[in-house]
């Protein structure tokens, strides 16, 4: 009842009157009231949207005050020390490595701005998951990177806080939050029985109230403290969350709840401990099983126990019993079942439920920096991390909450101290493993590697969603987060039950995503599962492994190792039972994924490397080792496979799959492990064993023997030589890498590093990308004393970026230094670490370019051979490879062979074979054991060799071999002498062992069978001991043999005479490639100098093998000077077989063929070379042909043209005309122009802005404007320009053809499908030749080269006459041109100008579509022209000539399309400009005119563009006479403007001065061509009127502190002439072919002035020259200008300011700018990303700026799109007549839009090591680029965009 009453009170009074009640001592009756009222307000059984609740709870907390009032109150008692800013995905923050102890350490922007990180290693990132702020946690970060606000230790001098400011939260609060529970529990319903939209809906009602607990932790530690003492309640949480038992409501809500917690699958105790005892079954392979408490069934059946007994043992593949873990490894009671005991516990729980709505997340971790809460938060977590993990293993935005789980777990979990307080009290890291394995087992198929019946191993399938999507990252990234805590890992590795449960887990992976080999047709679907397993390997075994590495680094952690070491060994012992391996690998089956034998191999290095452990204490026996080495070499093998295209079926992935294990993320994780595996166990065995292991796994058995020809069993034989290659390669690395055999860290970056700047030049960033990064991949820190930087300083060279303007957008580059290519250059490091074979082949290529750079060798090199670091004591066994008779006996059988010129040879055989003699020679073994164990004696091949020892062996010579050949081969024919054998080879299958002496008989030859002699070794092995290893050949190897009936010829056994040693091959191989006969002089090694061998071609390697030879024993000395002597060239093979025939034949066609090409091919180039040069030369018609003839003789033959279509050449006609291929396009870069020579700045700060009011577009729209106020229409539209915003522009490649052709060209792109990036149906296209591209055509004009002869021809007419001959010819009707094909084209053209410009460009005029108007914009259309072709040139002429521009220019011809079009046009006699400009015109009355508006006064008029309606208008070819005249009587206005312009500057006693004493000279002889009488009468003419210069009269007298001296007026009135006399010179050089001369810029003037004709030719030293001296008047020149000045006195009555804007009209503008962008990026992404867009308020996702006008757009934003056009388009059209050149901010990069397309341009800042970063991925300050930015400014200018960018794409106005 009373809370009804209540409730109707004004809540602000009955919450202060509330708050004082609760404030006595006795507060009873206070307590009552507040809960009723609470029960009323907040009773869950109303909707939650209903905001009376809320408002009601704000008014309570603030006790009566506002709610803002009382929120700043709370914060001014924040005693947080820590930031704790909560963030979420996409938002910006900071990371720096040197402040950081955590990798996982961010800070937000203002912190980091507010700390000095000057010269740390920082990055800018995007949040991929969310994150919060570390600042002010020191646990996290050193104290030094705290920013000012958290560096005070704010806590100790803030005041304490009054307890009742917080009294009425504490008590309402509680009330609040379990409202919300209360709504949560109502609204949950089981995914499977209702959508995820019912869930989102009840988030969405709830938002406001979990808002508001958002907005209560911003308000300071106080606030927090009240928060936390009431989220971990036990006490009140027992009596609320309940509910009291009247209250029926409640009762049913907190039933559901129970029955939520019952279905997660968290079973409570009791059960839990009889399904425990029940189920001791363990699983198949030992016992890896998923919990007991996580629920006995799948993810996808809650209650049904029974549907699994009645599977049998997991042998079905598709489902197998999910193994329980047996009650012997850990106590089941891991985790108490869930029973909530406080709301904290409570919200997670339906946090989770809910699959982590943001606000709730961000709401729960803005907590976080209050300690108490830090700690119960993160054991509630932990308590409920199973569940989460199970939640999210159902959830269908598995993405998104997998980022909301690291969001929270990454801030609780990187703190040292928390995650040991977890791992000790909650057991963390037996659930995590525990809940990895459960989850894992959800997937888990039958593995078919080796014995696929019988296989009991299981391994995951890299198909299911849970690892295809990476479901598995969150709990995997925790997991690597706890590992990389010291405490933490220690705890882990000394516990060996979860050790073993880790393996286990492990050996899911171990042989997973098996590849068959495809042997007949290829195979139909190409699975991209491969991605999905590389991915587990790495994240899910690899990372954790690299995690426990980095705590086992010193002695004090062996333990450590020797128990992983032992569980790998237990674990793998298992898995080769498991899958029934015994000797031989499965053929035809690869698998990458071996992680437990990488486990193995990285242990076993770090124990050797860090903790001086003894190798051999931790391998196990050899039957073991042997076992072990099968899949690695396997994996070796294979490689080699799938690049000889064995594995072609098997479509791309394969190749993907091999790239990927040697790729640089991989590698180490990969390759590395296993090549150091396999040097283990070559350590440890039998070397003939391993040797003949190898050549056997690598299928090139039969193809190591003597014969010439063999059959290969299992191999084609274009396969054989790629295979052996890759067989020699292989031992090459093996015995070689010294990786992990005795490197330095900082040796391994170094060699790392070398190798990849070997392939190419890097930039910075790809370098760091390319080089393995260990050991965590997370820590961003390179191991080894020596840093990145510093390292690459010292083996590379910065090649900073270079810009070729119009090239591409070079980056800056690290080349090596000349050094490391003669001493570092490692090819088999590089082989190691290529991903594309080409790579190779390019580290060569540049290695080739060294040494002829530096003249040490010129010819094509072979791989250096490099020295090695010494092997690591451990390792020495390595070396016996070297020095075994097998690989003895296969290095003389391949030199033999390549001697012989056996097929399948190549030079990279015998390169890599003589690697390994060199390796050999280099790595003696030291000979201690001279007495070897006497039973292998017995079998070794000591009838081939007598030792092992290469050296001895070298000079050993071998006489005879007994060899099997097919019965056809040419060895078996008995006429021939043994030695002639030629082609190629197989294995002596007879393993008989023979004896006695060879001497005695040819039958006793040496016989060699790899396969046996490895089976025998194996059995020796086995057994240890003698007897049985007789019988040496299992009956296999003949059943390798059995041929079946009518295949190739039958085997003969024959004996070839061979009688060389290795030296003695070597030394005729040396002869063979040097060409001559003894190319060795029995003396050469006395004169040889040693430092000559290292680098060169194969012959070099042979001399420096031969020479280290003979310094190492004086008895290959004297064999060698014995050889040399007496040696003789090898008998030529005689061609003696068909095939080889066939083979020469094939090879000769071949060759000629080439020739055959090349001879095309050179005849092809020269054409085109002849055909390019004629099509240049046609280019310029006008100057070439001008300066070819002498002014007496009239040229009387046509132009001709090429049409580079059809290639003939001829004139242009009516009726097939030629036409330049041109570009139009529409340009607002002349309106951009300003005064100021200086660019604008870009805004930075609220404070600035850029404004447009100054620009030439903005002046000249607003002249235009003025104008038609007051004058008529007509008049208006002759007496200016436009096209400065909009005008359009033409530029043509020069290259022309038929018209006709072009449209068949154009029919044909057309029907092409192929998208060209460009638009057809907009008569879009490239030119045929150069590829320009272009969009029309412009006709070419009939007739001869530019008018010579007659009209250029001067007749010294006098001025009078010519003035009276130019307006007769003005009189002259326009004639309209014949109908012909040719005027059909230019009234094309002429619509295809109009087109390229928007409507808004065209129609100024009153009345749109007028003659007027059109008329204005032709002859404007020349004007932008002519215009933007002087800002090309610089904005003068001082450089002259028919600079490169003019070679290109159309200006001629589009002058003629423009004159032939405005001949229609006859300008009314009435209104003639040129009546006014050259006679004094009697002043009608103007009372008959009153209604009509006046014309303009010529003083108003542009002169430039009278000029061209001037030129435009008259017949066409003009004489040049005559264009001379109107230049001269257009220089009298424009120097009578200039006087009147400069004369409004003078303050009103200068302007009485420069009156009287020019008035003087007025009766003087040449008055008129003085400009004191001049500016003396304008003065006076203009004062006449008095409003002219009382205007400005007071301006005037401030401004001009400087007083007008003759020097400066007349500089001043030059400035003023100069753009007019610029044009009028463009104009006559292009109409005329008339040379421009280059000069100085101060003599600028006279230089055009001669060059019109206004000045005689010789003029007086330039700088005298006098602007007045060139004037030339018709008439009266003072009644002339009265005239004029007449003309705006009668208008100046009205408006004298406007009168005097238009007179003031000042033609010079600076050549256009880009705006100034800041140095610094950082400063413009720190304004513009956050800056909320003009135009919709909000903030933009992509925000842009343009660099033209610094708009401020929504980029692709739809809230700012009008008429289905988004904003950036929209802005182009507006601001750049459809082009426009974007900054993306967020990108930093450029993107340009032209028309319809648009083009990702690069961008302008880089960073320190000159590299862009698009897309601001790696986040490192950027700098501006001046030079790139003036590129880009310079293709703006010169309308280049489209040519010089390539790649354009439509952009469908969605930009």
């Known amino acids: 009842m009373m809370a009804a009453s209540l409730l109707r009170r004004d809540k602000k009074a009955t919450a202060a009157h509330l708050k004082a009640d609760l404030n006595r001592t006795d507060n009873s009756s206070g307590v009552r009231q507040l809960q009723e009222l609470l029960d009323a307000v907040l009773n869950p059984e109303k909707p939650a949207a209903d905001g009376e609740a809320l408002d009601w709870c704000k008014c309570l907390i603030a006790g009566g005050e506002g709610f803002d009032e009382f929120c700043k109150t709370v914060r001014s008692y924040d005693n947080a020390t820590l930031c704790g800013l909560v963030w979420t995905a996409n938002f910006v923050a900071y990371r720096c490595r040197t402040c950081g102890i955590s990798p996982c350490m961010s800070l937000c922007a203002e912190c980091f701005n507010n700390g000095d990180h000057t010269g740390h290693d920082f990055n800018m990132f995007r949040s991929q998951a969310g994150g919060a702020c570390d600042c002010g946690d020191s646990n996290v970060m050193r104290e030094s990177g705290f920013c000012r606000r ?156 029974s549907k699994e007994e009645d599977q049998d043992g997991g042998q079905s593949v598709g489902q197998r019993k999910r193994v329980k873990l047996s009650s012997s490894t850990k106590d089941p009671c891991i985790i108490e079942s869930l029973k909530h005991k406080c709301f904290l516990e409570e919200l997670l729980f339906w946090t989770i439920k ?179 397993a590389f991915a587990a390997e790495l994240e899910a075994c690899a990372q954790p492994m690299w995690g426990l590495l980095t705590h086992c680094k010193v002695k004090e952690t062996q333990e450590y190792t020797k128990t992983v070491v032992r569980y790998c060994l237990e674990t793998l012992q298992i898995w080769f039972d498991a899958i029934g391996f015994i000797d031989e690998p499965a053929p035809n089956q690869v698998t990458f994924h071996l992680p437990l034998h990488r486990y193995y191999a990285m242990f076993l290095s770090k124990a050797v490397k860090c903790q001086g452990l003894d190798l051999d204490s931790l391998l196990p026996d050899q039957e073991m080792l042997m076992k072990i080495m099968v899949h690695p070499l396997q994996i070796q093998a294979c490689l080699s496979e799938i690049h000889s295209n064995m594995w072609v079926r098997n479509g791309l992935q394969i190749k993907g799959q091999a790239m990927t294990y040697v790729q640089s993320h991989f590698c180490n994780s990969m390759i590395d492990p296993d090549i150091y595996l396999l040097q283990v166990c070559a350590s440890r065995l039998d070397p003939d064993y391993f040797i003949s292991s190898v050549f056997e796994r690598f299928k090139v058995v039969d193809l190591l023997t003597m014969a010439s020809q063999h059959q290969n069993a299992v191999l084609d034989s274009e396969q054989e030589r790629p295979m052996l290659e890759g067989a020699l390669t292989f031992l090459v690395i093996l015995t070689s890498l010294r990786i992990h055999l005795g490197m330095t860290d900082d040796e391994i970056l170094r060699a790392e590093m070398v190798s990849q700047l070997c392939m190419n030049d890097r930039t910075h960033s790809a370098l760091l990308d390319l080089i393995p990064e260990n050991p965590n991949p997370k820590s961003g820190i390179v191991p080894g004393s020596c840093s990145f930087e510093d390292m690459l300083s010292a083996v590379a060279d910065f090649k900073a970026p270079v810009f070729e303007p119009g090239g591409s957008m070079q980056q800056g580059m690290y080349t090596p230094k000349a050094e490391v290519w003669e001493k570092e250059f490692d090819p088999i490091m590089v082989v190691l670490r290529t991903v594309y074979r080409r790579d190779v082949q390019s580290a060569m290529d540049r290695y080739a370019a060294f040494l002829k750079q530096f003249g040490i060798h010129t010819g094509n090199p072979w791989p250096p051979y490099k020295e090695r670091t010494p092997l690591h004591p451990c390792y020495k066994g390595l070396i016996r490879l070297l020095h075994c008779k097998t690989l003895h006996i296969v290095i003389f059988t391949l030199l033999y062979k390549i001697w012989m010129d056996h097929q399948n040879m190549s030079e990279h055989v015998l390169c890599m074979v003589l690697y390994l003699i060199e390796l050999g020679l280099d790595n003696q073994i030291q000979d201690n054991k001279e007495d070897e164990e006497p039973c292998i004696e017995e079998h070794c091949h000591d009838s081939w060799f007598p030792g092992t020892n290469l050296l001895s062996n070298l000079h050993h010579v071998i006489n005879f071999v007994r060899v099997r050949v097919p019965e056809t081969a040419p060895e078996v024919k008995r006429e021939a002498p043994p030695s002639t054998s030629t082609e190629a080879s197989s294995y002596g299958q007879n393993s008989r062992r023979l004896s006695g002496n060879w001497r005695e008989n040819l039958r006793e030859a040496q016989v060699f069978s790899l396969v046996a002699e490895r089976r025998r070794k194996f059995q020796e092995i086995i057994n240890r001991s003698t007897t049985e290893a007789t019988q040496a050949v299992r009956p296999k190897s003949s059943s390798t043999r059995w041929v079946p009936p009518g295949t190739p010829p039958q085997l003969v056994t024959e004996i070839l005479e061979i009688r060389e040693s290795m030296l003695s091959l070597l030394i005729k191989l040396h002869q063979k490639m040097s060409s001559k006969q003894n190319s060795l002089s029995a003396s050469w090694l006395e004169d040889i100098e040693s430092n000559r061998l290292a ?78 040069e004629t099509a240049m030369d046609v280019e310029s018609p006008d100057t070439e042909a001008a300066m070819d003839l002498g002014a007496s003789e009239v040229m009387e033959s046509e132009i001709l043209y090429d049409c580079v279509i059809c290639g003939q050449s001829g004139p242009s006609t009516e009726d097939r005309p030629t036409g330049l291929v041109v570009l139009l396009q529409a340009s607002s870069v002349l309106g951009h122009r300003c005064k100021s020579t200086e660019p604008k700045n870009l805004p930075t700060s609220d404070e600035e802005h850029v404004y447009p009011a100054d620009t030439c577009g903005a002046a000249n729209d607003v002249r235009l404007t003025l104008m038609q106020q007051f004058f008529k229409d007509s008049s208006c539209l002759q007496s200016v320009s436009i096209g400065w915003d909009g005008g359009v522009y033409v530029q043509t490649c020069g290259h022309t053809l038929h018209i006709d052709c072009h449209k068949s060209y154009m029919e044909s792109l ?50 009078s006459v010519l003035v009276k001959e130019v307006e007769e010819l003005q009189e002259k009707p326009g004639l309209f041109p014949t109908e012909s094909n040719l005027s059909k084209e230019m009234e094309l053209v002429i619509k295809d100008i109009k087109n390229t410009t928007q409507k808004k460009y065209m129609d100024y005029g009153r009345n749109p579509g007028s003659p007027d108007n059109d008329f204005l914009f032709m002859y404007s259309v020349a004007r932008t022209n002519l215009e933007l072709e002087l800002v090309h040139r610089g904005g003068n002429l001082c450089s002259g000539g028919a600079s490169a521009a003019a070679k290109r220019s159309c200006l001629n011809q589009l002058f003629h399309v423009l004159a032939m079009h405005m ?72 120097f009578t403007q200039a006087l009147a312009a400069l004369s409004t500057k003078f303050s009103s006693e200068e302007r009485q001065a420069w009156s009287t004493s020019g008035a003087l000279k007025k009766s003087a002889a040449n008055s008129d061509k003085s400009f004191e009488a001049l500016l003396s ?90 602007s007045a001296s060139c004037l030339e008047w018709p008439v009266n020149t003072f009644d002339l200008v009265t005239q004029w000045g007449a003309e705006v006195k009668g208008l100046s009555q009205i408006h004298a300011d406007e009168s005097l804007t238009l007179l003031v009209h000042d033609p010079q503008w600076a050549a256009p700018r880009l705006l100034q962008l800041p140095d610094n990026y950082n400063i413009i992404f720190q304004y513009y990303h956050r800056k909320a867009c003009s135009a919709c308020k909000k903030v933009p996702k992509d925000p842009a700026l343009c660099l033209v006008c610094g708009a401020f757009v929504c980029l692709k934003g739809v809230c700012c799109k009008q008429q289905g056009i988004c904003e950036c388009v929209l802005h182009s059209q507006h601001c750049g007549a459809a082009t426009g050149i974007f900054l993306l901010i967020n990108a930093s990069v450029i993107i340009i839009i032209r028309g319809h397309r648009f083009c990702l341009w690069g961008s302008v800042y880089l960073d320190a090591h000159g590299e862009e970063d698009r897309d601001l991925r790696r986040g490192k300050p950027l700098y501006l680029c001046e030079e790139r930015y003036r590129v880009l400014e310079q293709q703006w200018v010169s309308h280049t965009f489209d040519h010089i960018n390539k790649r354009w794409g439509p952009h469908y106005n969605g930009l």
């Open 150 to 305: 958290h560096r005070l230790r704010t806590g100790e001098n803030i005041p304490l806080i009054p307890r009742d400011l917080l009294l009425m939260s504490e008590m309402v609060l509680p009330r609040f939050i379990l409202c919300i529970i209360q709504y949560l529990r109502d609204g949950y319903v089981e995914p499977d029985t209702s959508t995820e939209r019912d869930l989102q809906k009840v988030l969405q009602q709830l938002e406001p109230q979990i808002s508001f607990l958002e907005e209560l932790t911003k308000m300071g530690g106080a606030m927090r403290t009240v928060l936390t003492k009431i989220l971990t309640n036990q006490q009140a949480f027992k009596e609320l969350s309940m509910g009291q038992e009247e209250n029926l409501y409640a009762k049913k809500n907190y039933d559901k709840y129970l029955s939520a917690l019952k279905n997660s699958g968290l079973v409570s105790v009791e059960e839990k401990g009889q399904s425990a005892a029940a189920d001791v079954g363990v699983g198949a392979e030992g016992g890896a099983g998923a919990m007991v408490l996580l629920g006995n069934s799948g993810p996808g059946s809650p209650d049904e126990p």
């Open 354 to 532: 809910y699959e982590f709505p943001q606000k709730m997340v961000t709401f729960l971790l803005n907590m976080l920096p209050d300690q108490d809460y830090k700690i119960t938060f993160t054991k509630t977590f932990v308590q409920h991390y199973a569940f989460i993990m199970k939640t999210l293993m159902k959830s269908h935005e598995s993405d998104t909450m997998s980022n909301r789980i690291v969001h929270i777990s990454v801030q609780l979990f990187s703190n040292e101290e928390l995650a040991r307080h977890v791992t000790e009290e909650c057991q963390l890291l037996d659930i995590m493993v525990t809940v990895l394995l459960y989850m894992m087992e959800s997937c888990l198929i039958k593995s078919e590697l080796q014995d696929e019946e019988n296989n009991r191993h299981v391994v995951v399938n890299c198909s299911e969603a849970l690892l295809k999507n990476n479901t598995y990252w969150p709990l995997v990234s925790d997991f690597i987060n706890i590992l990389s805590h010291q405490s933490v890992a220690k705890k882990f590795l000394e516990d060996h039950s979860l050790l073993m449960l880790w393996m286990s887990f492990v050996s899911f992976f171990q042989g997973m995503n098996l590849n068959k080999r495809e042997l007949n047709e290829h195979v139909e679907f190409e699975s991209q599962t491969y991605y999905a």
């Open 1095 to 1172: 680098h060169g071609d194969g012959i070099t390697a042979i001399e420096r093998i031969l020479t280290k030879a003979a310094t190492r024993s004086c008895q290959i000395k004297r064999s060698i000077q014995d050889i040399c002597g007496k040696v003789c060239p090898p008998v030529p093979p005689k061609k003696n077989s068909p095939t080889d025939k066939k083979a020469m034949d094939k090879e000769e066609r071949r060759q000629r063929a080439r020739e055959r090409q090349q001879k095309l091919l050179a005849e092809f180039a020269s054409r085109q070379k002849s055909f390019m």
């Open 1310 to 1359: 057309r029907n092409d499908q192929v998208l060209q990036g460009f638009s057809v149906d907009k008569g879009e296209f490239t030119c045929p030749l150069c590829r320009q591209f272009a969009n029309s055509v412009l006709p070419c004009r009939p007739g001869r080269g530019t008018e010579a002869g007659t009209w250029h021809t001067p007749t010294n007419k006098k001025t």
């Open 1463 to 1534: 001949r229609l046009y006859s300008i009314d006699s009435a209104y003639n400009p040129w009546t006014k400009l050259t006679q004094i015109v009697q002043i009608k009355e103007a009372d008959s005119f009153d209604e009509e508006r006046p014309e303009v006064p010529m003083l108003f008029r542009d002169v430039p563009s009278l000029l061209i309606i001037f030129v435009l208008t008259m017949p066409q070819p003009l004489r040049k006479e005559h264009f001379t005249c109107v230049v001269k009587m257009l220089y009298n206005l424009q």
């Open 1577 to 1666: 009468h304008v003065i006076s003419e203009l004062s006449k009127d008095k409003s002219v210069y009382k205007v400005n009269s007071e301006e005037a007298t401030m401004l001009s502190s400087s007083v007008w001296s003759p020097q400066s007026i007349e500089f001043s009135l030059q400035q003023f002439c100069l753009p007019f006399l610029r044009l009028s010179c463009l104009l006559q050089h292009h109409l005329y072919g008339d040379n421009l001369t280059g000069c100085l810029e101060e003599e600028e003037f006279a230089s055009l002035a001669v060059c019109l004709g206004l000045l005689p030719s010789a003029p007086q030293p330039a700088n005298t020259v006098q």
